[in-house]
Nanobody, 116 residues
Framework: QAQLVESGGASVQPGNSLRLSCISSGYNNRAYTMAWYRQAPGKEREFVARITGTGEHTTYADSVKGRFTISRAIAENTTLYLQMNSLKPEDTAVYYC????????WGQGTQVTISS
């Protein structure tokens, strides 16, 4: 059974950094593109960043380009990371890990709050 578990969310002040992690298991993770999405209160879930199965190609939303970096460690259980720098209040959201391939898998989310 596929499982994605996020961690690393916290409440920090603007300008600080956070690193989110997502440990995945239970499926052929190398065949799946992995991504981060986020959902702010009262808003729809939105795309943040994506990385291919081999880790060679990445894509970012314009709102995070240059501040966030997505990466993955390919091992028995793929770990997906999201390094978030220069955080802004508008980055406040629940961040979700996604694996997209034959099926779509989602994690339960981790809360990131940026506030002074």
């Amino acid at each position: 059974q596929a499982q994605l578990v996020e961690s690393g969310g916290a409440s920090v002040q603007p300008g600080n950094s956070l690193r989110l992690s997502c440990i995945s298991s239970g499926y052929n993770n190398r065949a799946y593109t992995m991504a981060w999405y986020r959902q702010a209160p009262g808003k729809e879930r939105e795309f943040v960043a994506r990385i291919t199965g081999t880790g060679e190609h990445t894509t970012y939303a314009d709102s995070v380009k240059g501040r966030f970096t997505i990466s993955r460690a390919i091992a028995e259980n793929t770990t997906l990371y999201l390094q978030m720098n220069s955080l802004k209040p508008e980055d406040t959201a629940v961040y979700y890990c996604n694996a997209h391939g034959l099926y779509d898998y989602w994690g339960q989310g981790t809360q990131v709050t940026i506030s002074s």
